[in-house]
């Protein structure tokens, strides 16, 4: 039961982070468009990157549920493993969600400055990759401890 909620908080949580982190880019570019609306397509590029988090829980959630059924197949399930995915599933989960919301803000404030007439979609994606690093770290630390199971 415990892995199952692992498993669980991993898809949730990322998933709930990517869907907060894609309304503040929204709202920012819906704002924008008043502003300057030939920029659409900048906006949209922006708006889609916090989405990326929820996609990493839906890899990690595949990852560790394969290896949660062939232990549970073998019998060879113990208190280690169901603890090793469930802190596996919430480390994810809580670090996807953190990383989209904040990589949103950056975004967020990159929408707000083209709109704005500046010429930042380039930089504002090379900002926007640092919070982007942690989730993926996490993703690797998930895929590292369900191999080792």
Do not use: H
Request: proline share 3%.
């Amino acid at each position: 039961m415990l892995s199952f909620l692992g498993i669980a908080l991993m898809v949730g949580l990322t998933g709930i982070g990517s869907s907060i982190g894609v309304t503040i880019c929204g709202n920012a570019a819906v704002g924008a468009m008043k502003k300057n609306p030939d920029s659409l397509g900048q906006y949209i590029g922006l708006s889609a990157l916090p989405s990326s988090q929820g996609l990493y829980g839906f890899v990690g959630f595949f990852m560790a549920k394969s290896a949660l059924d062939k232990l549970l197949a073998a019998g060879a399930i113990t208190p280690f493993t169901a603890w090793a995915i469930f802190f596996t599933g919430l480390i994810l989960g809580v670090v996807g969600a953190y990383s989209a919301i904040r990589q949103a803000q950056v975004c967020a404030n990159g929408i707000q400055a083209i709109g704005n007439g500046e010429n930042v979609f380039s930089a504002t994606m090379v900002m926007a990759v640092f919070p982007e690093l942690y989730a993926i770290l996490a993703l690797l630390v998930t895929i590292l401890t369900v191999l080792s199971l």
